[in-house]
């Protein structure tokens, strides 16, 4: 085991964060992590009502009797999904967790904290964190570059960006973008982080509730197989690399603006790959760390395998350098 803050604070037993994913986060995924002592997210907006969220959490909670949260992502929108009333669901069904991410959660902050809810805000920036931090949030999910979905518009990586919001932050803080195993775990714990996030490796598992086509893709992918498309209107997102993506991104550079992709990206069509198997059918989310998914376990072998590395590769380093005489330590 290896305890954080995040661990303490939050109830689990491995920093291990399965975060909210569109038409992923369901019951079985989400149950599965936490069965296996770490944090799963369901996705309240993959549900298309509050009613249908209370039904998911109810049928995660016969899969589960461990702890588990809740996703709710505030996008921009002419027609806003009432909000408010997944809230209430979140809190009328007990939840201990949620993860917010979009835009900023201070509206629903009062109703949160009163609800006695562990709040983790996903940040691009290390400005966006204080912020969230001065909100009142737990902690913080930093999304570095590499992530999958949208990394903001800073082009930061991890590598960085971890380490940035540990040091500026007193809150934990949870990295996320880039990480796959147990070695980047504790790459993660080593800059700073007391858990890391992942999405497009639990996607790459047997309880994930996506077509064997999307998993085997991935497994096959590499780092250099995601595009980020976008770009042009300030709202970028790392997808996997596809025609539809391909196709974004000529009609942005030929002056399009976003009613002129709107076809492409639409949310639906994403879904459809996830349930059909048909990589071509839509842009759907994926990570660098792809580059990093070799097979499909199932999420306890996956979890198991992860801390176990990370504990090996902590306690491996540590001997190199106690096993290093001062002296023969490289100058810098």
């Known amino acids: 085991m290896i305890p954080t803050r995040v661990t303490e604070i939050l109830g689990v037993e491995h920093p291990v964060i399965q975060g909210g994913m569109q038409w992923v986060g369901r ?70 967790v949620v ?14 904290k009163r609800a006695g809810i562990r709040v983790i805000h996903k940040c691009t920036s290390v400005a ?34 971890v380490p940035a ?16 195993d147990g070695r980047g775990l504790a790459a993660a714990l080593a800059l700073g982080a007391e858990a890391v996030n992942m999405g497009t490796r639990f996607v790459a598992t047997r309880e994930a ?42 009609r942005l550079a030929d002056g399009a603006d976003f009613e002129g992709v709107r076809e492409l990206v639409v949310g639906t069509r994403g879904r459809t790959v996830f349930e059909s198997g048909d990589i071509e059918a839509g842009v759907w989310s994926a990570g660098m760390a792809q580059g990093l998914v070799h097979d499909v376990p199932s999420v306890a072998e996956l979890i198991e395998r992860m801390v176990t590395e990370a504990e090996e590769t902590l306690v491996a380093q540590a001997g190199r350098i106690a096993a290093r005489p001062l002296g023969l330590l490289p100058s810098i």
């Open 209 to 250: 509730p996506v077509h064997n086509r999307v998993k085997e893709r991935l497994v096959a992918a590499t780092e250099n197989d995601t595009r980020l498309i976008m770009r042009e209107l300030r709202n970028s997102w790392r997808v996997s690399a596809n025609s539809v993506a391909s196709e974004v991104n000529q």
């Open 99 to 112: 993860e917010t991410a979009g835009r900023s959660p201070e509206p629903f902050m009062p109703d949160l």
């Open 165 to 180: 919001a540990a040091s500026a932050l007193t809150i934990p803080v949870i990295a996320s973008g880039g990480f796959a």
């Open 128 to 161: 966006h964190a204080r912020t969230a931090e001065k909100l009142g949030v737990d902690m913080v999910s930093i999304d570095g570059f590499e992530c999958a979905g949208h990394p903001g518009e800073s082009d930061v990586p991890s590598l960085v960006l």
């Open 27 to 96: 019951a079985e995924l989400t149950a599965a992590v936490a069965n296996a002592g770490a944090l799963g997210f369901l996705t309240a907006l993959t549900q298309p009502t509050p009613e249908e969220l209370a039904r998911e959490i109810a049928r995660c909670r016969e899969l589960t009797d461990r702890v588990f949260g809740v996703n709710l992502t505030f996008l921009p929108a002419v027609n806003p999904p009432p909000y408010a009333d997944y809230l209430a669901v979140v809190i009328d069904a007990g939840i201990t």
